[in-house]
């Protein structure tokens, strides 16, 4: 039986020590990934903005259109801006939270998600428009109405026909021209290069605008047949908007269109103001309990102590594998989960000195304590996971992501907390009680 435990314990410290290098190590690569704490928008600053589908309210919208359009905007947040912890999630029929963390360009940011991102090459013949003039296109004229809506003075109320839209794209990339100036290229499908190919081939030497969301980005001529199904997109880009124009491509078009309905900005000293003083709340509430178990429950509160370390340095590597974005309420459920993880320890060590009292042998009394704690500490854990998976659901299907990340940190904290009971608090008492000599065993080293 000593044999098995002092092999746990080895086990136990090789994870703390993996545990203790994930904690401790912050913007490193670490086996293949980069290892960092992922602040959410409270603690790093960024935009909070809630997108609406930009349709009258007794317009009906499937469920399968406004999931398309939550993916492809998620897909738009991660191309453009290249951070895992943006939230994306639907909240209703209608709408869609975005969370940007970190994000100092919030304007431009949400510009590029909500554009509808409608590309059409389209049949100018021999009139040539400037780039920004606003058209109406005869591509899905009767079909969907809100797309050829203009919002500018038209030269003319011409109905320009569309060859093809943004559907014949197979890849899209941000390139430099002969003077290093930014632009799009792009490389066709096989059905799309048959189309251009045939187009261009019967009409050189005339105009063929390429539109974005109805307005012209640049309209050059037909020079040559294009027939490799390959070319680009120039329009004086900066290499940022060179960069948007392409994740809005690259990401297909939104089935629905899209307005910002409310946007909240977070300033980043705001945000490290509240990450200061909720850890320095931490420390604090750790310290108090720390110290409890400590005096209160003599050796065996020291033990806890040492599990509740191992506890700490396992949740916390693990916020950061995953990764879980920690918010507020995120920090909070972890706080609260400490507390979940001291009274799996104070049930057993109650059980524990009830025996002791009773004239069991240490050894005894500390199975005898754990295995009549055990009951306990399992029903109050699987409720409180319970409550956990009913707050994921909430924030996942209302998009109240403040719930789902407390959901989220306190359900990881309370798994942890479980493993600490059974294994490493468990283990460390026996370890160390199971080495004193009958006849050494002193009630004032148990509080009794």
Excluded at 210 to 233: C, E, F, H, M, W
Excluded at 236 to 258: H, M
Excluded at 336 to 355: H, T
Aim: include cysteine.
């Amino acid at each position: 039986m000593k044999q098995r435990y002092y092999q746990l314990f080895i086990l136990i410290l090789i994870l703390v020590a993996g545990a203790a290098v994930v904690t401790f190590t912050e913007g490193k690569t670490l086996l293949g990934r980069e290892i960092r704490t992922h602040l959410g928008l409270d603690l790093e600053g960024g935009v909070q903005a809630l997108l609406e589908a930009d349709l009258p309210a007794d317009t009906p919208i499937s469920s399968e259109a406004m999931s398309t359009a939550r993916q492809i905007v998620e897909n738009r947040v991660n191309g453009l801006l290249g951070v895992g912890e943006a939230t994306v999630q639907q909240a209703g029929d209608r709408r869609i939270l975005v969370e940007l963390p970190g994000e100092q360009n919030p304007e431009a940011a949400l510009n590029t998600l909500k554009e509808t991102g409608l590309l059409e090459f389209v049949d100018m013949g021999s009139t040539p428009l400037q780039p920004g003039t606003v058209i109406k296109t005869d591509f899905g004229l009767e079909s969907t109405p809100t797309l050829t809506e203009t919002n500018a003075v038209t030269p003319t109320e011409r109905i320009w026909h569309t060859v093809m839209t943004g559907s014949a794209l197979k890849n899209v990339q941000v390139t430099a021209d002969e003077f290093g100036q930014p632009q799009v290229a792009f490389e066709l499908t096989s059905d799309g290069s048959k189309i251009f190919a045939e187009y261009t081939s019967n009409n050189v030497g005339k105009y063929l605008a390429i539109v974005l969301d109805k307005r012209i980005i640049s309209a050059p001529v037909i020079n040559s047949p294009i027939t490799q199904g390959q070319g680009v997109i120039q329009g004086q880009f900066t290499s940022e908007e060179a960069n948007q124009l392409a994740v809005q491509l690259r990401y297909g078009s939104l089935p629905i269109p899209l307005k910002v309905v409310e946007t909240r900005t977070v300033g980043p000293t705001l945000g490290q103001e509240s990450l200061r003083k909720s850890l320095l709340a931490g420390l604090i509430g750790l310290s108090i309990v720390v110290l409890f178990m400590a005096l209160y429950y003599r050796v065996p509160g020291i033990l806890a102590d040492l599990a509740l370390i191992t506890y700490a340095l396992i949740s916390f590597a693990l916020f950061k594998l995953m990764p879980v974005t920690l918010t507020l309420p995120g920090i909070a459920g972890f706080v609260l989960s400490i507390g979940m993880a001291v009274d799996a320890n104070v049930l057993i060590f109650e059980r524990l000195k009830e025996e002791l009292r009773t004239g069991k042998t240490l050894q005894n009394a500390i199975n005898l304590g754990w295995n009549r704690a055990w009951p306990s500490i399992r029903d109050s854990n699987l409720s409180t996971l319970i409550t956990c998976t009913i707050l994921f659901w909430f924030g996942s299907a209302f998009g109240a992501s403040i719930v789902k990340g407390f959901a989220v940190t306190l359900a990881l904290g309370v798994i942890v907390s479980m493993f600490t009971a059974i294994t490493a608090t468990r283990t460390y008492l026996h370890i160390v009680l199971d080495n004193i000599k009958k006849g050494s065993e002193k009630s004032k080293w148990f509080g009794i």
